[in-house]
Nanobody, 125 residues
Framework: QVQVVESGGGLVQAGESLRLSCTIS????????MGWFRQPPGKEREGVSS????????YYRESVKGRFTIFRDAAKNTLYLQMNSLKPEDTATYYC??????????????????WGQGTQVTVSS
């Protein structure tokens, strides 16, 4: 059974950087989409970036393109989100999640069936 644990959130000023980590255990023999999601205060959870574990194919939401980078270290079973040029609107609780990947397109958010507890990212102006 897959389990994920996030770390690396914090309080930073606008323009600074943070790197989130997600330690993954229990990966089976199939393929997975691993994603970073966020939930800003008073808003719904939204997808930020995803990666296909087997081949590294990535997806980014438009508002983070060029600022955020998702990558993984398969040897360490760890997923990362490097966040540069942070903006106050990036303030949210960030979650790591996994979904089985069947090469039928990116999973919908409701298909991510394993979630971490979340880590808070606060960006001050």
């Amino acid at each position: 059974q897959v389990q994920v644990v996030e770390s690396g959130g914090g309080l930073v000023q606008a323009g600074e950087s943070l790197r989130l980590s997600c330690t993954i255990s229990g990966l089976g023999s199939g393929d997975y989409a691993m994603g970073w999601f966020r939930q800003p205060p008073g808003k719904e959870r939204e997808g930020v970036s995803s990666i296909i574990w087997s081949d590294g194919t990535t997806y980014y939401r438009e508002s983070v393109k060029g600022r955020f980078t998702i990558f993984r270290d398969a040897a360490k079973n760890t997923l990362y989100l490097q966040m540069n040029s942070l903006k106050p609107e990036d303030t949210a609780t960030y979650y790591c999640a996994s979904a089985p990947y069947y090469r039928l397109g990116w999973p919908r958010i409701d298909e991510y069936n394993v979630w971490g507890q979340g880590t808070q990212v606060t960006v001050s102006s």
